[in-house]
Structures are given as C-alpha cells and as structure tokens.
C-alpha cells in the first residue's frame, strides 16, 4: 500500500531533533514523491527554509503546521462558478485523455446534479470512440437523465449545438458535453475545441460556462503535461481530480492546480457513483496531514 503524504513526511523528518538543510532535503524529496512537481516543491522549501531560519529548533508538530499553511497558500480556492450561479442552461465543456474516467466523471456528475433536483442533459460529442458514447449512453440510462447523440464519425460541434438547442428547448438546468481525449494534434484538438464553443454561442451566448478538464491523480507527472497541452488549446476553468481515493496521491492536485493557476471543482474518491465530492481546499489539506496515517 503506498505511503500516504503525512506518513513520506514523517518518514524524512523521523528521528531529527531541529531543522537543517538536511531535513529540508529529506522534506523535497518527500514532496517530490508525492508528485508535487519540482516547481511547487522548491516554491515550498524556499518558504519554509525563509520561515525556520528564525527557530530551527521546533517540533515535528510545529514543523508540520508550517508545511500545512504554505501547502494551504498555493492551492487556489474553488470559487463559486456552479450550475447555482444562475446561468440556464448551465453549460460544461468537458475534455481530458481517453483513460482518465472523463466519461465516468460525467456520469457521476450527472447524477450529483439530478439528486440536487436539477434537470441534466449530457452531449455525448467524443465522436471518434464508439465507445464513448456507448458508455455515455449507459451512465444516462443509469442515473435518468437525457442524453444527445449521433452516429459514430459525425462532427462533434454538430453534436454539442444539437445537445444545447436541445437544453434550451427542454427547459434543463445543467448541460455536460464529453468530448474527445485526443492530444496527438494539438491544432486539430484547438480547431475542435474552437468550433465546439463558437456553435454553443450561436444558442447559449454566453456559453460554455465551464471547461474541465478531469485528470486521473495516479498518473503523477502525465498530468502536468496533459494540463499544459489542453491549457494551450482552450481556457480550462476548473480540474475534476479522479482517483483520488488517498492521500498518496494527493500532491498532483496542489502542483498542478498552484502551477496552472486552474481551481479543483470536483474530486473522484472511488468507483461508485456516489464517489464523487465538490473539492474543499480546506478538507483536501487537512487530509493530507492526517496524523492517524502515522499509525
């Protein structure tokens, strides 16, 4: 079973009365482990070395509350930009690589949405993978909302204005429309994605209201580079973290949400359907110091 953050913490300060360069080194290494990227990781030590240069005598505790505050301070506050926001219909361009639970998230999310009483419709525009739509078309079957969708090949803009007309004509609060996880391009994906948001417009002006990108924590360093190329195609406004069923893996989510700028909306915690969390910064941070992970 893989080490939780708290416990690679714990692990490089064990057995060290004060702070010295070597525990500093003992702490990146640790930080680094958890695939908080190398930037965000220096970001943190240089913070830290600054802050117990005036006391290197201190506790594994008060040592650990520093960690959490400069940890806490690059993590972007998840704002209030939600279907609640009173946009109708509120529309969610969804993107990220075949493989990391893009349509499971959706899934998911629809049926987060539809127990809060709202009225969802999904856009099943990944064209290029039968199987997308396929399990699309499963996850509305499953969580009974509606779903637009055409023949595998067509042209995916087509499908997102379908699906939006169709929104507005059915009166649904939330819209989620998949798209395809292709990054082998990056022009075709940025065209792609382009028409996509230019045809939302034509319905809903103002649309899409959201663009989220999901990533799966467990890749580590794929998910920087999948944050860089899609943050080159189109303006990502939030990040659905999948996976993230530990706190192992939780150092992905502060690298790249600190280096991108970008806010976690929504965390994966399993398979179920039900595993799906709106993302609280401070929850998220008091997880990863959790002193019951020492046991």
Do not use: C
């Not at 609060?173 to 792609?192: F, K, P, Q, S, Y």
């Not at 580590?220 to 999948?242: H, K, Y």
């Amino acid at each position: 079973m893989a080490m939780s953050f708290f416990q690679k913490i714990g692990r490089a300060v064990a057995g060290r009365s004060y702070v010295d360069d070597e525990t500093l080194d003992a702490i990146e290494e640790a930080l680094i482990e958890s695939d908080m990227g190398v930037d965000t990781t220096l970001k943190v030590i240089d913070n830290l070395e600054e802050r117990v240069q005036k006391d290197k005598y201190m506790s594994f505790d008060e040592l650990v509350d520093l960690l959490r505050e400069e940890i806490a301070a690059l993590v972007p506050d998840s704002d209030n930009q939600a279907p609640e926001s009173g946009h109708k219909p509120y529309v969610v361009l969804v993107v990220g690589v075949n493989g990391v639970g893009k349509t499971t998230t959706i899934g998911k999310l629809a049926n987060y949405y539809r127990k809060q009483g709202l009225k969802v419709l999904l856009g099943a525009a990944d064209t290029f993978r039968a199987a997308a739509v396929e399990q699309l078309t499963i996850w509305a079957e499953r969580t009974g909302v509606d779903i637009v969708k055409q023949e595998m090949g067509s042209d995916p803009a087509s499908v997102a204005f379908d699906t939006v007309k169709a929104a507005v004509a059915r009166n649904a609060d939330v819209v989620l429309i998949d798209t395809a996880g292709r990054l082998h391009n990056r022009i075709d994906l940025m065209n792609e994605l382009t028409k996509i948001r230019n045809v939302i417009r034509k319905v809903v002006p103002d649309g899409p209201h959201e663009v989220m990108l999901v990533l799966d924590a467990s890749t580590g360093q794929n998910a920087f580079q999948q944050t860089s190329e899609f943050a080159r195609a189109t303006d990502i406004t939030a990040l659905a973290v999948t996976k993230l069923d530990g706190t192992a893996k939780g150092g992905v989510v502060v690298g790249v949400s600190d280096k991108f700028g970008i806010p976690v909306r929504y965390i994966g915690v399993g398979e179920g359907i039900e595993d799906i969390r709106r993302f609280n910064k401070k929850d998220f941070v008091e997880a990863l110091f959790k002193k019951e992970d020492l046991k």
